[in-house]
């Protein structure tokens, strides 16, 4: 985006005022964390989402709620803390705000209470995307989510800058695709793939497919380097 021309500014937003010609003048904290201020055309707020649950009562239930994010907190198998109510999607507790996820934890619920199925939705492994102009995907851990759950220093994190063949021609885009792999230093096992690329989203799910297919329910490093790939594509670089 930066290549682009978009200017970025690492900072900390304190209050928006209108300006008389209709404007939006931002007063921020910038890198010097002196107050700074510039003005806008137009801004778009990307703060996610918050559940509002006052209209529903469910305070005089008694559930078990986040105390910062007001959602509700539920198990693996997406119940509550009331035994007879289930809660999916984004107004559940450490749960992607992505709508296929919310549908697959949805048909999966019904199944298990409606079918008897056993099945119970697999929140780790969700592919995601970002369609930013280069686009960002990733799925599994990322390096903070790999030391929660390993320890420092307990996996490997790989990552290279390349250039793939279809840039090959322009002159203008550099080495600025990337790929991170985040490896159990115990196993193996890679636990975690961020790609920043062309169709990153696309490639992302298609690969992960793919390696499932071919080694079962997790991946080795070790194994991805004894592959030979096509030149100049992510795994050739990986
Ligand atoms: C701007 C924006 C962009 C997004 N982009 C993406 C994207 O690109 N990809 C992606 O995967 N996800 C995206 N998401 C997230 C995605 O929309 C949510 O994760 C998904 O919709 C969650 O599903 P849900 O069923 O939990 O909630 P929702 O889809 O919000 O459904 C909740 C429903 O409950 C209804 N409702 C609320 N209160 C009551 C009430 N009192 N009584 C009855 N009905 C009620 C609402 O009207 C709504 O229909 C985006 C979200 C936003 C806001």
Same mark, same amino acid.
């Given at each position: ?51 509002? =649950?006052?209209? #529903?009562?469910?305070?005089?239930? /008694?559930? +078990?709620?986040? !105390?910062?994010?007001? @959602? $509700?907190?539920?198990? *693996? ?53 970002? =369609?930013?102009? #280069?686009?960002?995907?990733?799925? /599994?851990? +990322?390096?903070? !989510?790999?030391?929660? @759950? $390993?320890?420092?220093? *307990? ?56 390696? #499932? ?9 070790? !194994? ?15």
């Amino acid at each position: 985006m930066q290549s682009q021309g978009t200017e970025f500014i690492n900072s900390i937003p304190h209050s928006i005022e209108k300006t008389p010609t209709n404007q939006k003048k931002v007063l921020y904290e910038g890198s010097s964390k002196t107050p700074e201020s510039a003005i806008f055309d137009t801004i778009l707020l990307a703060v996610g989402r918050s559940p509002d =649950f006052n209209l #529903l009562n469910l305070k005089s239930l /008694g559930f +078990s709620q986040d !105390k910062n994010t007001n @959602k $509700l907190i539920v198990n *693996e198998a997406d119940c509550t803390s009331i035994s007879n109510i289930f809660c999916i999607g984004d107004c559940a507790f450490q749960r992607p705000e992505l709508t296929p996820s919310a549908i697959m934890a949805g048909r999966l619920l019904a199944r298990r209470l409606f079918a008897g199925s056993k099945t119970l939705m697999d929140y780790q492994d969700i592919a995601t995307t970002v =369609f930013t102009p #280069l686009e960002y995907a990733c799925v /599994g851990l +990322s390096e903070e !989510k790999a030391e929660e @759950k $390993l320890g420092k220093g *307990e996996f490997s994190v790989y990552h290279t800058y390349f250039k793939p063949l279809e840039w090959s021609f322009s002159s203008e885009k550099g080495d600025q695709c990337y790929v991170k792999v985040i490896v159990n230093k115990k196993d193996q096992k890679v636990m975690g793939v961020h790609y920043l690329g062309p169709n990153a989203g696309e490639v992302i799910q298609v690969s992960f497919e793919e390696f #499932l297919f071919y080694f079962g329910d997790f991946l080795e490093k070790f !194994k991805i380097k004894n592959l030979i790939f096509f030149e100049k594509t992510l795994y050739f670089f990986l």
